[in-house]
């Protein structure tokens, strides 16, 4: 066993030295009572103290053995080790070497973190320090270890977490990692428990979380299981993570928005660059999505690499190239993305998320609108202008195949699955395969495999791709098509006509519903002279508007606004009523064909 770590490679060194693989040993010995594991611990670890400070790490700057997140990880392994070596046979001499140890990192960390400064490295070592000083109360440092402790704890619950939950670094991975250390301290201190950015945080995790218990794996994070962080976090919460989720989720400084369906998700990323003590976490993409159904990935991404020593990590895990999004000129996001997000428009039949980013140096937006109401998709639409190549990439965990004209399917033998249509002409279309981690429901865990992606190449930046999740294998017959300015899409008897801010079904050839948003008119149907939101059904509309309002409707006799029977001129066709004030109003008696 080389204690060095030699020849591990540049990030998998300072990991090595976190002595996690000194554990099994200890464990071992544990459930067998063979004496032979623990003089192999003591050996290692003797050999590792004498020759720790012979090594030299390749981060400039950034030493092997006295660092941040070393310092923390060997007291969170070897702390819990000297409680269980207490009544063991061990060596005088490695039981003071892994107490000088413990005493080592935690001295190291006093003086070191004396300042805040922002990532998930200061946070876990604070919370460490504060383990060690309830372990050992009785070193004369303790104390000052508890109260620096604290006061770095303190703020970064104030600056290290967004009001919305989400930590700083927004991965969901370092997000568990963060918030399982801090877990910790709560245990020892009420006041962290108390805190109401720790139970934001529990909330955050829980609205990331698939329905097959699984986390994405977004911003260099793995694939997370967070069931049993959950678990702890109710312990020490009791009701206060929320169990019941909205049909969409906004986590405003973080950066997602999050969609959900009957049976689909999907996790929207619209989030800033984030810098980091050594490198950032944060991936060379914005506006990109995954999507989720049936408890499997349907659209998915690179996410994480293996090591951050992995070849591909910047060219393929942290590039746009593997994300769901659309390149210019296979240039790289700048860190300046300048992206900005309209409102969300949920109307409960189907949500709308409208943002735009400047990251490719040019303006791109993007529009992805989800209809739950079944046969239900999503609509994604991108625009960009300029002489520039445009390139549309999606991933997905099985192969794509042509299906029809501009139609590409990815599914499961079994399914689930995923249809592509593209309903925008001119488009090369390329498969290619790369890498990334899928997550295994019956181990709950996640290993890496094959990443099939689908490019469409075009000179022009304007997409309109509809995703259609379906859960058998074999994709439903779905069409899409531009019709004077609308998006028409035909599955079996319903046809749908999506304009920017217009939806109208039917089903049959008849009037299903209707609905619009920030609109004054929906055409045939309604009008208003100022934006007012809409959805029709039968012969009752809803309309929200912000201030007083006339509007206009197709309508019979006996026009009724909340119930009331109102004096509504009818000309053409047409039943004029006045919205008095800003509201959400139903009016009853419109007619339609």
């Not at 020593?309 to 895990?317: G, N």
């Not at 239900?376 to 299906?403: E, I, K, M």
């Not at 509504?568 to 066709?573: L, N, Q, V, W």
């Amino acid at each position: 066993m080389d204690v060095t770590g030699a020849g591990l490679g540049r990030s998998q060194l300072y990991g090595f030295h976190y002595l996690g693989w000194l554990a099994p040993g200890v464990q071992a010995w544990l459930q067998t009572g063979d004496v032979r594991y623990l003089e192999a611990f003591e050996r290692h670890l003797d050999d590792w103290v004498t020759r720790r400070d012979s090594v030299t790490g390749e981060w400039p700057g950034l030493d092997v053995i006295w660092y941040s997140l070393g310092t923390w990880a060997r007291c969170r392994s070897l702390l819990p080790i000297l409680e269980v070596l207490t009544a063991s046979p061990l060596s005088d001499r490695v039981w003071g070497r892994l107490v000088a140890t413990l005493l080592g990192g935690a001295r190291w960390s006093y003086d070191e973190h004396d300042v805040f400064r922002h990532g998930n490295w200061q946070l876990v070592c604070a919370t460490e320090l504060l383990h060690i000083s309830a372990v050992l109360p009785c070193l004369v440092e303790a104390d000052a270890w508890a109260a620096r402790a604290r006061e770095r704890i303190e703020e970064h619950l104030v600056l290290d977490v967004y009001p919305d939950g989400g930590h700083y670094e927004r991965s969901p991975g370092y997000h568990r990692m963060v918030l399982t250390a801090l877990q910790t301290a709560a245990r020892i201190d009420p006041a962290v428990a108390a805190h109401p950015r720790f139970a934001a945080m529990h909330t955050w995790m829980r609205e990331l979380v698939s329905s097959g218990g699984w986390m994405p794996h977004l911003q260099d994070s793995g694939i997370e299981w967070p069931d049993e962080s959950l678990q702890r976090g109710s312990q020490l919460l009791g009701d206060q993570v929320v169990s019941e989720l909205a049909p969409s989720t906004v986590l405003p400084e973080s950066g997602y928005t999050i969609l959900r369906g009957e049976d689909v998700r999907a996790v929207i990323n619209h989030g800033p660059h984030i810098e980091h003590e050594l490198e950032s976490h944060s991936h060379r993409a914005v506006l990109d999505l995954v999507l989720d159904g049936w408890q499997h990935p349907l659209l998915w991404e690179a996410g994480g690499p293996p090591s951050y020593d992995d070849p591909a990590y910047l060219t393929w895990f942290q590039s746009g190239r593997g994300h769901n999004t659309v390149l210019v000129d296979d240039r790289e996001l700048s860190t300046d993305r300048q992206v900005s997000v309209d409102p969300l428009i949920d109307t409960g039949r189907l949500a709308a998320f409208s943002g735009r980013h400047h990251g490719n140096g040019i303006p791109q937006s993007r529009t992805i609108t989800m209809v739950r109401e079944q046969p239900s998709y999503v609509v994604v639409t991108d625009n960009a202008s300029g002489p520039h190549t445009f390139r549309a990439g999606w991933h997905a965990l099985h192969p794509w195949r042509q299906v029809g004209p501009q139609a590409y399917d990815a599914s499961a033998p079994d399914g689930p699955g995923l249809l592509l249509v593209e309903a925008d002409a001119g488009s090369t279309a390329d498969t290619t395969e790369g890498v990334a981690r899928r997550p295994v429901l019956d181990r709950r865990s996640a290993e890496y495999g094959p990443l099939h992606s689908l490019t469409l190449t075009r000179s022009t930046g304007d997409f309109t791709t509809v995703l259609v999740p379906h859960a058998d294998g074999q994709p439903p017959v779905v069409s899409a098509e531009r019709v004077g300015g609308e998006l028409v899409v035909i599955s079996g008897a319903t046809v749908d006509r999506i304009g920017p801010a217009t939806w109208v079904r039917t089903v049959d050839g008849k009037l299903s519903w209707a609905t619009g948003w920030r609109v004054r008119e929906l055409v045939g149907l309604v009008r208003a002279t100022g934006d007012v939101d809409v959805q029709l059904s039968g012969d009752s509309l809803e309309v929200t508007c912000s201030e007083r309002c006339g509007l206009w409707v197709r309508a019979q006799d006996g026009v009724r606004l909340d119930g009331i029977a109102v004096d509504a001129p009818i000309e053409d066709g047409w039943a004029q009523l006045t919205l008095p004030y800003a509201g959400t109003w139903t009016v009853d008696g419109v007619r339609h064909e």
